[in-house]
């Protein structure tokens, strides 16, 4: 019982950080980040072949981190001075790109055989029987991190600049500020919590291959997002939450209800996820919490 | 075939902001009215709620005695509104001639020969535009895009003719033409609702001025009164 | 053989012309991105082989009767779906078209399982035209896509409708005061839309499966084929699709075919990096 609470808890914090991430460059930033699991599974990859050739978990995440802030700010400078129409395809094309090049390209990534034996930070260092306890520790440690991060971020200048950018980048220019700057720094940031988040993906199941990352991946982000509150960081941790809960529920879900069978259940789900999405924009565009906004109680400039 | 139109204690602005409180007017048939007034007092807003591009808050909009008020732009295209918008009042991407065509067809009926017919007589008023008919309409001066403006209103026989600010962004002998024509357009029986920041211009066009000031009409006389009226600029509030 | 090449990525540029073509239109009229193109493809096919495949309809029946199911069905989504979202920004539409796609596909995949289908059309021989090889399919394409842009075309040109929905294009409150209803060309913009990429899911069908899939496949081609147009610009878009075709056919010289993606990827970026209003768009006169 305990295994799978703490199993379960693993995902919750993955689920939450990419969540985060979103939530950073889609709530905050307005940029729609629609090929996002690819950026996550540049994070899984790049931390796996990494300590595949012999660095130090540690170091192949905190290298895997930095290699997809820079591919995300590579990715959203392609569209980023254009209208934020483009954003999305652009994304998506890159993950769809970067997955058929990681399923072709044997030599370099196994393809489709998979990266197997990943090995955990500390691995050495921890008695078994504490393993997967030291491993959720571990994850928790990144999502306190990051959590603080954000709301350091929320706050700040960079904060209210981001947030101005997404509602109308007109004024942000005309009060001489750089867009483009604001937008692909951003985006990075976003990119480094989803590096993070793939490289836990990557410790925690110790084996990977093309087939893990999907757009379901992305639709989970997504549903965070909205459950947890455009722009509003407390509320995606909530959410992360519910989106697993949501999937432990449905598994259990396909073991009552005999005649759903996989390709159904993740069909379902993903329906759900539409529906969800479309109900939010409609019926409550500014999520279900309310987001930290400079008001007339709060203290400081 | 004209029309009165009547506006009953209008309050209207954008979001919470009202920027009209409560605008009462009357043009009688075959009159013509000018609003004059400052910069910000509120006339472009009075446009927009005259030909139904926004909606008041509270008041109504009553044409030939029924309340349009809920009545959206076409419908008051329908009604026979013509409308010259100041700016943006042309398809820049489609020529001159679909310019005035579409002036036409979503509006008035009769078929092809009802279309040849208007065109004839609006191309009539407006010749300089005649050798354009194929030209981008976007691609014109500023005064002819002018001219196809009001020459797309003029198309379906509108009973009241709404202008924004026509002289705006014309030369002086441009703009006394347009004027010309707008004489010439009142003359067969159109009801003329006009806005003009040029006050003097605006007021030697139309009959009737009045005179719209932070949203609150502050004067309603004729115009040969008002344009003789010492103390307009003391409504203006020293602006002019 | 190079005329062979181009030729059949003339064909596979006309089964992306249509997509792209309604997602130009949706663009310049209704002013957002629609991701939810791609479903509207694997919907429209999947409705078309539902008369033809358990109900045994003869193809072209079963299209006409598949046409006018997607039209109706666009045109209540609209009524649910982006009518309440009317006058929201183009990030919420584009979002709202995301959710969309994704509830579509997957109601697709729930009823019709991800096997793979096709039409019940009898095998043909490849004819030999002018020293090229020709398939039946890719003359069924050239035919009914020709046939299905000439009439677009016309309509834009030559009929009421086409300039209503360049006015509403051009200046929307402009078109307001000059009598034309906006809710009707909306309607009249998603119905041809549905009515494109039903055609075109067809096509894709007969080329190679219906499946699920299938108009996600088609996602970032079709994108990439309306920008090389100039995204607003619905008739450019066509030459977009020709060019990207015979691009991606011509690609496949170097690199192997499953990286047509990433052809189609490469133009895409290269293109919003160095000119992105497109290559063909027509003069589009700005502010």
């Keep these: 019982m305990t295994s799978y609470l703490i199993a379960t808890l693993v995902l919750v914090v993955i689920a939450t950080l990419s969540g985060l991430a979103l939530n950073l460059q889609w709530g905050l930033g307005g940029l729609v980040n629609f090929g996002l699991f690819g950026f996550y599974m540049l994070g899984a990859y790049a931390c796996s072949l990494l300590q595949m050739q012999g660095l130090p978990p540690l170091a192949a995440m905190l290298l895997a981190l930095l290699l997809t802030a820079a591919a995300s700010a590579l990715v959203s400078l392609i569209s980023v001075r254009l209208s934020e129409d483009y954003l999305a395809i652009v994304t998506l094309g890159f993950a769809e790109s970067l997955r058929l090049f990681i399923s072709y390209e044997e030599w370099l990534t196994r393809g489709t055989l998979g990266i197997p034996n990943i090995v955990r930070p500390f691995a050495e260092l921890v008695p078994s029987a504490w393993r997967d306890l030291f491993f959720l520790g571990f994850c928790l440690v990144w999502l306190a991190l990051v959590f603080v991060v954000l709301q350091r971020l929320a706050r700040s200048p960079f904060g209210r600049l981001l947030r101005a950018t997404r509602e109308d980048a007109g004024v942000a220019e005309a009060l001489g500020k750089n867009v483009l700057w604001v937008r692909a720094r951003s985006f990075a940031l976003g990119g480094a919590i989803l590096g993070i988040a793939g490289s836990l993906h990557a410790f925690y199941y110790t084996y990977i291959d093309p087939t893990q990352f999907s757009t379901i991946l992305t639709a989970y982000a997504f549903m965070a997002v909205i459950l947890g509150g455009r722009g509003s960081h407390a509320g995606v941790l909530v959410a992360g939450f519910t989106v697993i809960l949501l999937l432990e529920g449905s598994r259990m879900l396909a073991g009552v209800v005999p005649w759903l069978d996989g390709t159904q259940l993740a069909a379902i789900r993903l329906s759900l996820v539409g529906l969800l999405l479309l109900a939010m924009l409609i019926f409550k565009p500014n999520g279900l919490l309310p987001e930290y906004r400079l008001g007339p109680r709060s203290q400081g400039k | ?240 | 053989m190079l005329a062979q090449l181009i030729f059949n990525g003339l064909v596979s540029g006309l089964l992306i012309a249509l997509p792209a073509l309604s997602l130009a239109l949706i663009f310049s009229v209704l002013r957002f991105a629609n991701y939810a193109i791609g479903a509207m493809v694997t919907t429209g096919a999947h409705l078309v082989y539902a008369f033809n495949g358990p109900l045994g309809w003869p193809l072209p029946l079963a299209v006409a009767a598949g046409m006018a199911l997607s039209v109706a069905l666009s045109l209540l989504l609209d009524r649910l779906v982006f009518a309440p979202l009317r006058g929201r920004s183009g990030v919420t539409l584009l979002v709202a078209s995301i959710g969309l796609g994704l509830v579509l596909e997957n109601l697709v995949r729930l009823v019709a399982g991800n096997a793979p289908r096709g039409f019940g059309v009898e095998i043909a021989r490849p004819a030999r035209l002018l020293g090229l090889r020709v398939n039946q399919e890719q003359l069924i394409t050239l035919v009914c896509v020709l046939v299905a842009l000439a009439l677009v075309w016309l309509v834009f040109r030559f009929t009421r409708l086409g300039r209503a929905m360049q006015a509403v294009a051009d200046n929307p409150d402009l078109a307001d005061v000059r009598g034309i209803s906006r809710k009707k060309v909306t309607a009249a913009v998603w119905a041809l839309a549905a009515a494109m990429a039903t055609l075109s899911g067809v096509l894709i069908g007969l080329d190679s499966n219906v499946d699920p899939q299938m108009g996600w496949n088609y996602l970032l081609p079709v994108f990439t084929a309306a920008i090389l147009g100039g995204i607003g610009s619905p008739m450019a878009a066509v030459a977009g699709a020709l060019l990207l075709g015979v691009t991606e056919e011509l690609a496949t010289l170097l690199l192997p075919p499953h990286y047509r993606t990433v052809v189609a990827f490469g133009v895409m970026a290269l293109l919003l990096l160095l000119r992105p209003q497109g290559l063909f768009g027509a003069k589009w006169v700005r502010k």
């Design chain 2, 1 to 240: 075939m004209s029309a009165e139109l009547r506006l009953d204690s209008v309050v209207a602005g954008y979001g919470a902001r009202a920027v009209l409180h409560g605008v009462s007017l009357d043009v009688a048939p075959r009159s013509s009215l000018v609003v004059v007034g400052p910069n910000g007092s509120g006339k472009s807003t009075l446009m927009r709620v005259v030909t139904g591009l926004i909606r008041p808050q509270s008041g109504r909009v009553i044409w030939d005695g029924r309340d349009i008020t809920a009545l959206d732009a076409p419908g008051r295209a329908r009604l026979g509104l013509g409308y010259v918008p100041q700016e943006a009042n042309v398809f820049r991407n489609l020529s001159v001639l679909d310019n005035l065509k579409l002036g036409h067809e979503f509006i008035a009926s009769g078929g092809a020969r009802a279309l040849r017919e208007r065109l004839d007589a609006v191309l009539a008023l407006f010749p300089e535009i005649v050798p354009k008919l194929n030209v981008a309409a976007g691609l014109l001066s500023g005064g002819q895009r002018q001219m196809v403006a009001m020459g797309a209103a003029l198309m379906p026989s509108p009973r009241l003719l709404a202008l924004d600010e026509p002289s705006a962004g014309l030369s002086p002998l441009n703009a006394s033409r347009l004027f010309d024509v707008v004489q010439r357009v009142a003359h067969t029986g159109v009801t003329l609702f006009m806005i003009e920041q040029n006050t003097r211009l605006g007021l030697a066009a139309a009959d009737q001025g009045l005179v719209l000031v932070a949203g609150q009409v502050r004067a309603r006389a004729p115009s040969q009164e008002l344009l003789a009226n010492g103390q307009l600029q003391s409504l203006y509030l020293g602006a002019h």
